[in-house]
Each structure stands twice: as structure tokens, then as C-alpha cells.
């Protein structure tokens, strides 16, 4: 049984994919490299495949197809790097291996903190020994209304651990919890908009809400709204998200992720002009906090997301049940 793990992070991954190979009696090939049509020869005799977010297009599909690979499973919650009807036509099994929600949560919060508190502009002062107050006046959490868009696993834990601060919670999905409901009021997009001092998203990107965030429902929001963004780059129009910044609509924003980061982000760039416009000039504001998809980067997510990718393979190649399949 063999599986040949991409992007394999020497630093942190290696050693636990070694040990949980031979856990499960998995023979591994592990490459640091991202997959591509120039490694693909790689995934000769695995019948499964092991990524994280590199993109998963058609053509490497079919490559993987054409070598005999019938199970790709992605060491990440979202999955919308993968092509997945193109893999289904040709019969490539989808999986992905969610890690537990609370190392997003937590960084969720934390961004929240940060955005509220001015912790950018505070600490930039601090370490040039710019000890002034003006301009770093911050805000309570249990003053602000927080709205919480998506409340699946994320969503829900991030409303569980903001209860315990005393502010207002906001809710809202296409599906309501009855859980959410003890400590949220859902309401629909519109209400949000309105009445929300903080937003926070915790959906997946689809078809359907790509750019839920525009100039139409920024238009819409509380002058000085608060964007918090650990889910997907795609759900915010850059251009208009940085347009709304320079007339103070949006007073402050906590990205961990932007659009088109993909083949930026896990990288050294340092010495590199970015052709990631948006990037570069949402960095520079002193009200916007942008770091590099950090959010699921914890030792438990790491060490749950390796393991739980093998056990996901050993399910599919001895055909039982597997709770990781992506069956929607
Ligand atoms: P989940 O599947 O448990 O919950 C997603 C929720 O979003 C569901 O309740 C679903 O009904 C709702 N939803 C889907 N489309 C919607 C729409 N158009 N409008 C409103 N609600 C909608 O997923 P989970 O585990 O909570 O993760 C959420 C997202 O967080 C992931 O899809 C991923 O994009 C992102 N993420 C980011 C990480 C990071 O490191 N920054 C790490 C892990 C996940």
C-alpha cells in the first residue's frame, strides 16, 4: 500500500509521517515539492496521493489518472484548490483531513483582538521607541456586536470562545445550529450588515459567495467595521476592501488569508517584487493585519492532519468506510 505525500514539510511533517507510516503499514515516497506535471512520475505505484493547498487542476488530474492514482487526499480543510469534478470524471476519489477547529478559533480571536486593540500600530511604535498614546485609543469587545458568517466547526468555536467575553453575537449560515442558538442570534445577511461592529468569516469558498464581501454589502455596513478573515482569501473583493479602508468605512481588518496567495504564501519572497498587488498594499496599512495563512498551524493540527491523511488512504485502499471522503 503506497501513498506518495507531496509538499512534505521537513521541519515538522518528515518525522511524523515516518512514524505514522509505519503505524499503519504504509510504504510513503515523500516529496518536499509541490505536485506538478514535472514530478508526476512520483505517484507511479501509489494508489493514492497526499497534497496541501497546491492547485489541483485537470490536467494534473488526468496525470495522476493515467498513473493509476485513485485517492487524493488534501491536508487541509478547504479543498477548493482542487478541481474535483475533474478528478470524479476521472475516478479519483476526494478527501481532506480536517484537523479540530480550535487552532483557528483561537487565531481568530486573536486577530480580533488585534484588529480592535490596534495592536499593529502599537507594537510598530513600541520598537521604535514611539511611546505616544494618540491614534491607539481601542475599543471593548463587550461594547461591539460580532457577526460570525459560517457556523460550522470554525464558526461555532469561535462563537463558543467569544460568549466568555460579554459581547453581542451575530450569526449567520445556510444552515442554522441549535447549539449556535444558545449563545447567537442568527439574522439574515442584511441584518448583519447593519448592525455588526466586527464581522468574521468562516464559510468555504464556493460558487456562491465568492466576493460575499464588495463594494455592494461594504456599502451596506457600519461605518468603522471591523473584517476578520481565516477562511478564504476569495470571500473579500481586494480592491474593494482596500477602497473601503481609505475612506475609513472599514476601520480596521485581521487577514490570515488574501486573494490569488497561492505560490505566494509558504515561501521565501523576501528579495521578490510580488505581482500580488493587493497583498502589498493591504500590508502596508497601519490598521490592517495580514499574516501568511498561519491560522491551522499549531503542533495539534499539524500532527492530527498527517495522521489523520494516512488513516484516511489505509480506509480507501482496504475499501471500509471513510469518514474523510468528500461525498458533497
Ligand atoms: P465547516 O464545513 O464545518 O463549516 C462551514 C460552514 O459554512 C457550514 O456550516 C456551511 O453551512 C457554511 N456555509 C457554506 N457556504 C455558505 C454560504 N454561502 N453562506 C453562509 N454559510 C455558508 O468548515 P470549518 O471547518 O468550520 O472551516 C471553515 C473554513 O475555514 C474552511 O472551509 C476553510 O476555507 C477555512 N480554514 C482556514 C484555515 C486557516 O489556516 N486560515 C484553516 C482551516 C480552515
Known amino acids: 500500500m503506497q501513498v506518495t505525500v507531496f509538499s512534505c514539510r521537513e521541519f515538522d511533517e518528515k518525522e511524523l509521517f515516518l512514524s505514522y507510516g509505519k503505524q499503519y503499514g504504509l510504504k510513503l515516497v515523500l516529496c518536499n515539492e509541490a505536485p506538478s506535471l514535472e514530478n508526476v512520475e512520483l505517484v507511479t505505484g501509489s494508489e493514492c496521493v497526499d497534497i496541501l493547498t497546491s492547485k489541483i487542476d485537470r490536467n494534473l488530474a488526468k496525470a495522476f489518472a493515467d498513473r493509476g492514482v485513485k485517492y487524493l487526499i488534501t491536508r487541509t480543510i478547504g479543498y477548493d484548490h482542487i478541481d474535483v469534478k475533474s478528478c470524479r470524471e476521472f475516478e479519483i476519489t476526494v478527501g481532506n483531513a480536517p484537523y479540530g477547529p480550535n487552532g483557528v478559533a483561537d487565531y481568530t ?36 456586536t460580532v457577526g460570525i458568517i459560517g457556523t460550522g466547526r470554525i464558526g461555532r468555536t469561535v462563537i463558543s470562545n467569544l460568549s466568555g467575553f460579554g459581547c453581542k453575537i451575530l450569526a449567520y449560515d445556510l444552515y442554522q445550529s441549535e447549539q449556535v442558538k444558545e449563545k447567537a442570534t442568527y439574522v439574515s445577511l442584511e441584518e448583519m450588515w447593519k448592525e455588526a461592529d466586527v464581522i468574521s468569516l468562516h464559510t468555504p469558498l464556493t460558487e456562491d459567495n465568492f466576493h460575499l464581501i464588495n463594494e455592494d454589502t461594504l456599502s451596506k455596513m457600519k461605518f468603522g467595521v471591523v473584517l476578520i478573515n481565516t477562511a478564504r482569501g476569495g470571500l473579500i473583493d481586494s480592491e474593494a476592501l482596500i477602497s473601503a479602508i481609505e475612506t475609513g468605512k472599514v476601520g480596521a481588518a485581521g487577514l490570515d488569508v488574501v486573494e490569488d496567495e497561492f505560490g505566494l504564501y509558504y515561501y521565501d519572497h523576501k528579495s521578490d517584487v510580488l505581482n500580488n498587488r493587493a497583498l502589498s498594499v493591504l500590508r502596508g496599512f497601519p490598521n490592517v493585519t495580514v499574516t501568511h495563512h498561519m491560522a491551522f498551524y499549531t503542533d495539534n493540527c499539524v500532527r492530527t492532519v498527517v495522521e489523520d ?9 482496504e475499501g471500509k468506510e471513510n469518514p474523510w471522503e468528500i461525498k458533497s
Do not use: H, P, V
Not at 486573536?110 to 514611539?130: F, H, V, Y
Not at 488513516?311 to 480507501?316: A, E, H, L, V, W
Open 309 to 317: 491523511s494516512l488513516k484516511s488512504c489505509k480506509c480507501f485502499m
Open 109 to 144: 480571536i486573536m486577530l480580533l483582538l488585534m484588529s480592535i486593540r490596534k495592536a499593529k500600530r502599537i507594537i510598530e511604535r513600541t520598537n521604535i521607541q514611539d511611546y505616544t498614546l494618540a491614534g491607539n485609543l481601542g475599543k471593548e469587545l463587550k461594547d461591539l
